[in-house]
């Protein structure tokens, strides 16, 4: 007991304060109501389908009739309705949909996708807005806030945009088919999650900084409608367009298929360069266009200064060698800063070292010693250290935001909150992680291979969490996949160790195929948020072919939302090729890469 007391004050934010009435009920249904909840949805769906496919094939067969204009009308109407019963807010998507769709009247699913995002985007232009407010009379911790919201506030309106233009700009094949493929898609869900994660971490870092409660409110009630907004485009992403498959305006979609072979292979977004790039032995590194060293023997002496010579949003990768060496900076590639590689002579030879923490005023989100942005990035063969210790509470070591992003033999060395995969896609393999209080956490979709994954013992009173994932919104498709990994200690943990503990009310953990060691982990395997309270049931928490004298799950906790094993389809889901890959795959690699 006095252990989890003591520890709570270490831990992230309690969103205690922002659940709702709905959430706390929600935190109460019954198995038996999940079920029917289920059921009652798969049957929602049909009627969707039916309800927009009518409406567009009954548009189309009285195109030519001298009441078409009032036909589209009523069409349109019900298939807004129809799109809209399906998001988490549906009065908000059908009330600004209509308004947004005045002059179009359309019954295109994909056309009011489209309204969606612009009218998500437009709210978030204003709470972007919002959030230049003066900084002179503040105190220090809401200067420190509002520089993370606002931040976080313009990625969600680039994410928006992103999506926004890939719809503006997709091909047709000689058919005059459109071509919204399961990549596409995938892509889509992917901005359109991290526009969520990036609005919450403002809110997490309001709770977290103490923000004035003036402030607080102000950026809440401005955040209320762009969150719903974003919410309901995604909704519409990801249990609309991902089931249809009609004739839309004399156009059918055009599902592209997947072909693969058995063996390793890349996620598609790893394209034959970049994979040479990783395949390279020790002794055979690609040509840097600038090198780093501390001795003044390369081009620049730190980090930074290469970061200088970046081209802006390049389609070339841009190689940085970095020598031996301890590299005492903070380091950020911003998200102008595309396919940049670094690599070094090793991950306990090339370090990157920093100490920022919470405990000294700088919120978690900046306290990254390594943060990256750009989108592409790639480390191999890089250490990434925070050195403030145990006593400074969060200190990160890797902050990233990389949409296919990758890192390769890297270290990551720190106490709390080491290493945060905080949005997008990414993949982790042949790393070293060491931390101790949810020292592997954020709401990216990633997947960690092959990596060795150990905790350590953390100051008096303190328990560990490996993981604390932060997915929020049902519809997003984010989560932690540990994948043939060992986890074992770092030292000579005595504290109470646990697998992870969920952040959020959808939570999504999976370890499957790794080797769990003995004598350190507690047999419940899992820690509950607030001592005591059991997780809602809509978490995904889940264990799958482990090994190792830890990986026993008898004693496991009993939550509604664990599961001790799953099928191999359910756990297919989480492989690198379904989870951060998608579903259209290069047929041959020259990286060491598991596919299932």
């Known amino acids: 007991m006095e252990a989890f007391q003591s520890f709570k004050g270490y831990g992230k934010f309690d969103h205690a304060n922002y659940s709702n009435e709905d959430d706390q009920a929600f935190r109460r249904t019954s198995r038996k109501r999940i079920m029917i909840i289920i059921v009652s949805t798969v049957l929602l769906v049909a009627v969707i389908i039916g309800a927009v496919a009518g409406t567009v094939i009954h548009k189309q067969r009285n195109d030519d009739d001298k009441h078409g204009d009032t036909q589209q009308v009523v069409s349109s109407a019900q298939s807004i309705k129809a799109v809209c019963s399906q998001t988490r807010y549906p009065d908000s998507c059908s009330s600004s949909l209509t308004a947004m769709d005045t002059s179009k009247n359309t019954t295109d699913p994909e056309e009011l996708f489209k309204l969606s995002l612009q009218v998500a985007l437009s709210s978030l232009t204003a709470l972007l807005m919002s959030a230049s407010l003066p900084e002179a009379s503040m105190i220090n911790s809401d200067k420190e ?10 990625d969600a ?72 907004y974003t919410s309901n485009s995604l909704a519409i992403v990801t249990k609309i367009l991902t089931i249809l498959d009609i004739p839309i305006h004399g156009r059918r979609r055009k599902l592209l298929g997947t072909t693969t072979k058995n063996g390793l292979i890349p996620p598609r977004w790893v394209d034959r360069p970049r994979r040479l790039l990783l395949a390279v032995q020790v002794d055979d590194r690609p040509a840097p266009n600038v090198t780093v060293a501390t001795d003044g023997s390369g081009d620049v002496t730190t980090i930074n200064g290469a970061m200088e010579m970046v081209p802006q949003k390049s389609n070339t990768r841009f190689v940085i060698y970095v020598k031996e060496g301890e590299y005492l900076e903070n380091v950020v590639v911003n998200k102008s800063l595309w396919n940049v590689m670094v690599y070094g002579d090793g991950m306990d030879k090339s370090i990157v070292s920093g100490s920022l923490n919470k405990v000294d005023g700088v919120a978690t989100f900046f306290t990254a010693t390594f943060g990256v942005s750009g989108k592409g990035f790639i480390a191999m063969d890089m250490g990434f250290k925070n050195t403030a210790g145990a006593i400074k509470e969060q200190a990160v070591a890797m902050r990233s935001s990389s949409d296919l992003s990758v890192f390769y033999r890297c270290s990551f060395d720190a106490f709390q909150d080491t290493l945060y995969p905080h949005s997008k896609r990414q993949f982790y393999r042949d790393c070293n992680i060491t931390g101790t209080v949810d020292f592997i956490f954020g709401d990216s979709s990633v997947v960690l291979q092959n990596c060795m994954i150990m905790p350590r013992q953390p100051l008096p009173k303190q328990f560990v969490t490996i993981t604390a994932q932060g997915k929020k919104d049902e519809n997003e498709n984010t989560g932690i996949s540990i994948q043939k990994c060992e986890l074992t200690p770092l030292d000579n943990l005595t504290a109470p160790t646990y697998l992870g503990r969920p952040w959020k009310d959808h939570s999504t953990t999976v370890i499957m195929q790794s080797r769990i060691g003995g004598g350190f982990l507690n047999p419940l395997g899992w820690a509950e948020w607030d001592q005591g309270v059991e997780p809602p049931a809509s978490i995904f928490y889940a264990e799958h072919h482990n090994t190792g004298p830890g990986s026993a799950v008898d004693k496991r906790v009993n939550w509604a939302g664990y599961k001790p094993s799953l099928t191999n389809a359910e756990a ?3 492989n690198v090729r379904s989870f951060i890959g998608g579903s259209a795959w290069l047929p041959q690699t020259d990286v060491t890469f598991d596919s299932t």
């Open 145 to 154: 806030a509002l520089k993370v919201c606002r931040e976080v506030f313009q």
């Open 157 to 228: 309106v680039d994410n928006l945009q992103d999506s926004l233009s890939s719809m503006d700009h997709q091909g047709t094949n000689t058919n005059n088919y459109l071509l919204l493929s399961p990549g596409k898609i995938d892509d889509l869900r992917t901005w359109l999650s991290a526009a969520l994660t990036n609005q919450e971490t403002c809110l997490d870092t309001l709770q977290e900084m103490n923000a004035t409660p003036s402030l607080a409110l102000h950026i809440k009630s401005q955040i209320h409608n762009s969150t719903q």
């Open 572 to 574: 297919a889901r989480f």
